[in-house]
C-alpha cells in the first residue's frame, strides 16, 4: 500500500511542472481573456465592465467584417493549395527512387518550416518588390512588365499566399509520406490484378486509403491559417487598404495600437468559437469521406 502511495505521489511530482506551466501560461491567460471581452481596459485605466459593448461595436466595424472575409479567403485558397501540393509531391516522393533521393526532397520540402515566419516574409517583401525585386527582374527578360505584387489589392493577397504555403506546405508532406508508407503493398498489388492503374489507383485505393491523414492535415492546416499574421503583417502591413488585413492582425492592432484590450479579447474569443465550430464541422463531414482501414 506504501508503495502505491509513493508510486502516485511520484507521478503528479512529475506531472506537477507542466501542469503548473500549462495552468500558468495558457489557462490563465485564456480566462483573463475571456472575461476581459466584457471590459473595457486601456491598462492606463481601471477596468471597466460594459457587458456586451465591445461585441456590439465589432458587429457594427466594416473593418472587422473584412478582415474576417480576408481571413476565410485565405484559408480556402492556403489550406486547398497547401494539402493538394503535399499531397502530389507525396505521391511523386513516395514513388520508385532512391532511398538518398527520397531523404533529400524530404529534407528539402520540410526545410522552410523551421525557418522564422517573419524572417521568411522580409526576404519575400525583397523577391517581390515591383521596382528591384528578382520575380520582376525574371519576367522582365520574357517581356512581361513589372507587377505590382504588395501594392495591388488583387495581387497582394496572391503573395501571401504562396509565401504561407511555401513555407508550411512542408508539414502535410510529411503527414501524406507517413500516411502513404502505412498503406498495405498488398491492396496495390491487388488492385494491379484488377486494372487499377495511373489515376483510377490514385483515386479509388491511395486517395481513400490516406483520407484519415487528409483529415488530420485538414483540421491542423485550416485551425493555423485561421490564426494567420505574420506573412501579411510583414509583407503588407494589411494593406494596401485592408486587402490583406487578417482576424488576429486586428486584434494586434486593437490590443497594442489603440489600447482597446476588451475590444481585442472580444475579437480573439469570437475567433476562437468560429475555430471550435470549424473543426466540430470538418469532423461531422468527415464522417463521409474517411475509410478507416
Known amino acids: 500500500m506504501t508503495s502505491d502511495r509513493r508510486s502516485v505521489t511520484l507521478r503528479w511530482l512529475f506531472l506537477a ?7 500558468i501560461f495558457v489557462l490563465l491567460p485564456i480566462i483573463g481573456s475571456l472575461v476581459l471581452a466584457f471590459f473595457r481596459w486601456d491598462i492606463i485605466t481601471a477596468p471597466q465592465f460594459v457587458g ?3 461585441f456590439t461595436d465589432i458587429a457594427t466595424d466594416p473593418r472587422v467584417g473584412v478582415s474576417f472575409l480576408n481571413t476565410a479567403v485565405f484559408v480556402i485558397f492556403a489550406v486547398t ?21 527520397r531523404i533529400f526532397f524530404r529534407s528539402t520540402f520540410f526545410f522552410p518550416l523551421v525557418l522564422s515566419a517573419a524572417s521568411v516574409s522580409i526576404l519575400m517583401r525583397y523577391l517581390f518588390n515591383e521596382s528591384y525585386g528578382v520575380i520582376n527582374w525574371a519576367l522582365s527578360l520574357v517581356g512581361i512588365p513589372a507587377v505590382p505584387w504588395l501594392t495591388s489589392p488583387q495581387w497582394a493577397m496572391v503573395v501571401v ?17 507517413g500516411g502513404l508508407g502505412a498503406i498495405p503493398t498488398e491492396i496495390y498489388e491487388a ?21 484519415p491523414t487528409v483529415l488530420v492535415a485538414s483540421v491542423m492546416g485550416i485551425i493555423t491559417a485561421l490564426q494567420i499574421f505574420d506573412q501579411p503583417y510583414v509583407l503588407t502591413r494589411g494593406g494596401p487598404g485592408d486587402a490583406t488585413r487578417t482576424v ?11 489600447l482597446e484590450f476588451g475590444r481585442a479579447s472580444a475579437i480573439g474569443l469570437i475567433l476562437m468559437i468560429l475555430i471550435m465550430l470549424v473543426t466540430a464541422l470538418q469532423f461531422r463531414l468527415s464522417r463521409r469521406f474517411v475509410f478507416y482501414q
Do not use: C
Request: charged content about 10%; cysteine-free.
Open 17 to 23: 511542472p507542466t501542469m503548473l506551466g500549462v495552468g
Open 161 to 177: 499566399i504562396a509565401v504561407y504555403v511555401w513555407q508550411n506546405f512542408g508539414f502535410s508532406f510529411l503527414l501524406f509520406i
Open 248 to 258: 488576429v492582425m486586428v486584434i494586434y492592432e486593437s490590443a497594442f495600437r489603440q
Open 81 to 101: 493549395a497547401q494539402l493538394i501540393i503535399a499531397m502530389l509531391l507525396a505521391v511523386l516522393v513516395h514513388g520508385r527512387m532512391p532511398s538518398w533521393l
Open 52 to 54: 456586451l459593448a465591445n
Open 191 to 211: 488492385g494491379a490484378i484488377d486494372g487499377a492503374t495511373g489515376w483510377k489507383k490514385f483515386q479509388r485505393l491511395t486517395l481513400p486509403l490516406v483520407s
